[in-house]
């Protein structure tokens, strides 16, 4: 299974971008999809997720200006970002609870990352 980002880039604050993930391979489902960020020096932490059910949440950091949602008939996931801070710079990973095989649970996979930088 591999999951392919993008869309990062740099923009200016205040701007616009959207992200885009998508899951490839031997898939039979896939459960949970998220996307999470690593900004230099700082921990990996959970931005937005959202379950098959279409749920959604939201670290607080992000609520009311992220977006995420996900097309379940082609095995992606997006991150809408809107009013973008410098603080939101960071590399964007994609993360996906997959299910490959009905004698095994899901698994967990990473994208390989897609940095945004956001210009003060």
């Known amino acids: 299974v591999q999951l392919v980002e993008s869309g990062g880039g740099l923009v200016q604050a205040g701007g616009s971008l959207t992200l885009s993930c998508t899951a490839s391979g031997s898939i039979l489902s896939i459960h949970t999809m998220s996307w999470y960020r690593q900004a230099p020096g700082k921990q990996r932490e959970l931005v937005a997720t959202v379950p098959n059910d279409g749920t959604t949440h939201y670290a607080d950091s992000v609520k009311g200006r992220f977006i995420i949602s996900r097309d379940s008939t082609k095995n992606m996931v997006y991150l809408q970002m809107n009013s973008l801070k410098p603080e939101d710079t960071a590399v964007y990973y994609c993360?996906?609870?997959?299910?490959?095989?009905?004698?095994?649970?899901?698994?967990?996979?990473w994208g390989q990352g897609t940095q945004l930088t956001v210009s003060s």
């Open positions: 993360n996906a609870d997959v299910r490959t095989s009905w004698r095994l649970g899901f698994s967990n996979f």
